[in-house]
T-cell receptor, first 111, second 112 residues
Framework: RKEVEQDPGPFNVPEGATVAFNCTYSNSASQSFFWYRQDCRKEPKLLMSVYSSGNEDGRFTAQLNRASQYISLLIRDSKLSDSATYLCVVNRTGANSKLTFGKGITLSVRP | SQTIHQWPATLVQPVGSPLSLECTVEGTSNPNLYWYRQAAGRGLQLLFYSVGIGQISSEVPQNLSASRPQDRQFILSSKKLLLSDSGFYLC???????????FGEGSWLTVV
C-alpha cells in the first residue's frame, strides 16, 4: 500500500459545483496534514493545513479522520480560478520526520 | 519574512553536459533543505535533503548530487546529464521545529 494515495482523477466540474477530494495515508504515526495547490508549470503552494477538528477557509473545508486514516478537501461554489492540481501532504514529525506527497489530483472547472 | 529562490528558471541542456541548480533561503536560520523532482504527469520525488551544512541525505540513487556549502544555500549538480533527468526541479525548506514546507519557484530542465 502506498504511503499516501489520492483519488484518481481528473475532475471536471461546472462552475458553482461542489467537489470533494480524498486522500488516504498508511502510517498511523503521521501527525500533520496539509493540502497544497499547484498551478500549471508552477511550484506547489500551501492551501491549508488540516486540523483534527476540521477547518474552513472561505469556500474550502478540510477534514481529518484519524481512525480511518484519511483527509479530505471540500470546495464549494467552484470558480474557474480553482482549476489546478491539489496535492495532499502527510508529515511524520519527530526524529524520523518525513514528508510524503500524494500524486495530486487535477481539477478543471468549466464555465 | 522568509523567502526561497532558485535558479535558473528554465534551461535546455544536451545529454552528457553538466548541471548546476542553486537555491537560497532568506529570513531564517538552519532550515531543512530539500530537492524534489516532478516528472511530467507524476508526483513529487524527493531527491536529497539536508539538515545542516555539509549534511546531505540521498533518497534515490542516480547521477545527481547535492551540496550545502552554506547554511541557506543548496545546490543540485550533475556531471553528465541523461535524457531521463528532464523534469521540474523544486527546492524547498522547512524549519526544524515546524513542518510546513515551502517551495522555490522551480527550475524546468529539458535534456536534449
Amino acid at each position: 500500500r502506498k504511503e499516501v494515495e489520492q483519488d484518481p482523477g481528473p475532475f471536471n466540474v461546472p462552475e458553482g459545483a461542489t467537489v470533494a477530494f480524498n486522500c488516504t495515508y498508511s502510517n498511523s504515526a503521521s501527525q500533520s496534514f496539509f493540502w497544497y495547490r499547484q498551478d500549471c508549470r508552477k511550484e506547489p503552494k500551501l492551501l491549508m493545513s488540516v486540523y483534527s477538528s476540521g477547518n474552513e477557509d472561505g469556500r474550502f473545508t478540510a477534514q481529518l479522520n484519524r481512525a480511518s486514516q484519511y483527509i479530505s478537501l471540500l470546495i464549494r461554489d467552484s470558480k474557474l480560478s480553482d482549476s489546478a492540481t491539489y496535492l495532499c501532504v502527510v508529515n511524520r514529525t519527530g526524529a524520523n520526520s518525513k514528508l510524503t506527497f500524494g500524486k495530486g489530483i487535477t481539477l478543471s472547472v468549466r464555465p | 519574512s522568509q523567502t526561497i529562490h532558485q535558479w535558473p528558471a528554465t534551461l535546455v541542456q544536451p545529454v552528457g553536459s553538466p548541471l548546476s541548480l542553486e537555491c537560497t533561503v532568506e529570513g531564517t536560520s538552519n532550515p531543512n533543505l530539500y530537492w524534489y523532482r516532478q516528472a511530467a504527469g507524476r508526483g513529487l520525488q524527493l531527491l536529497f535533503y539536508s539538515v545542516g551544512i555539509g549534511q546531505i541525505s540521498s533518497e534515490v540513487p542516480q547521477n545527481l548530487s547535492a551540496s550545502r556549502p552554506q547554511d541557506r544555500q543548496f545546490i543540485l549538480s550533475s556531471k553528465k546529464l541523461l535524457l531521463s533527468d528532464s523534469g521540474f526541479y523544486l527546492c524547498a525548506w522547512t524549519l526544524l521545529s515546524g513542518n510546513t514546507i515551502y517551495f522555490g519557484e522551480g527550475s524546468w530542465l529539458t535534456v536534449v
